[in-house]
């Protein structure tokens, strides 16, 4: 059972990395598949909680060859560009919805859409708090859509990510997902 | 966005009280791009200088208010000079 996502802003930053729930490649491994009648409108996805540091974002930096010196040179970031601090890709950011998306509904079900913007500048001190929650269900072509709505919080609770997604999971008694992902037609 | 330099005279301060008034006043943020900078203490003579990057004075003033180190003097920065690289703010 995730702390709901109110509760978790209610605490300090320390104790809301406690409540990580991004699994381990050994849960992913073990992952039970959930079905379309397990989900309930409002229910709020397990929470994927992310501390940044530089060597985080100099690493993402080097991994992506984005040498933007906003993003690990304090100096400019401050000076040139007056920001609080070096400044977390959005490129990483955008990474995380994918994989959170993923996590959730495998191994049998399918991340098909996901829209957000990028609104607010994350730095390292932030304790960011990827979060999801169901808006809506609907069957079609016998496969379970569920429409959610994400973001990306701060541990200060500035929404720095909203957006909304839509996945796929399959229906207990029905077939499995195809793969690759054929979206429905009716 | 403007830095800003503050001198602050605080005498008797030890390590503990600067440790302790920082930490009291850590969550301070009143929007997501003002940020103190520095922090410099010469605790032997209770000299202070801080940095801060704020939208308005007004910002940081509230800062030295809350932390408790009154500001003999405080300065808009124009001109910096870091480990060689001169940035013009």
């Known amino acids: 059972m995730t702390t709901p996502l109110e509760d978790l802003l209610k605490l300090e930053p320390e104790d809301i990395w406690k409540r990580n729930e991004r699994p381990t490649a050994d849960q992913m491994r073990d992952k039970q598949q959930i079905y379309y009648e397990d989900i309930e409108e409002g229910a709020e996805l397990p929470k994927y909680i992310y501390k940044p540091t530089p060597t985080h974002l100099f690493r993402w930096s080097a991994a992506i060859e984005n040498f933007h010196r906003i993003h690990y040179d ?16 959005g490129s990483w950011k955008q990474s995380v919805v994918p994989q959170f998306l993923k996590d959730w509904t495998s191994p049998g079900g399918w991340p098909w859409k996901a829209r957000f913007e990028h609104r607010a500048m994350l730095v390292p001190g932030d304790v960011l708090i990827m ?48 793969y690759p992902f054929i979206p429905p037609t009716d | 966005m403007a830095r800003f330099m503050a001198i602050h005279n605080v005498p008797s301060m030890n390590e503990a009280d600067f440790r302790g008034k920082l930490d009291s006043v850590k969550k301070w943020r009143p929007d997501r791009r003002t940020t103190i900078l520095k922090v410099y203490g010469d605790l032997s ?7 801060c990057e704020a939208a308005e004075q007004s910002h940081f003033e509230d800062w030295i208010t809350m932390v408790g180190w009154p500001a003999e003097s405080i300065h808009q920065v124009d001109m910096i000079c870091q480990v060689g690289n001169i940035w013009k703010l």
């Open chain 1, 74 to 89: 304090l100096d400019f970031g401050l000076n040139h560009d007056k920001n609080p601090s070096i400044l977390v890709h």
């Open chain 1, 131 to 178: 979060w999801g929650r169901v808006v809506e269900k609907s069957v079609k072509s016998q496969m379970g859509l569920i429409e959610l709505e994400i973001g990306m919080k701060t541990h200060d609770g500035v929404e720095s990510m909203p957006g909304t997604a839509t996945v796929v999971l399959p229906l207990r008694d029905g077939p499995p997902i195809p």
């Open chain 2, 45 to 51: 003579t209770g000299k202070i200088v801080t940095e």
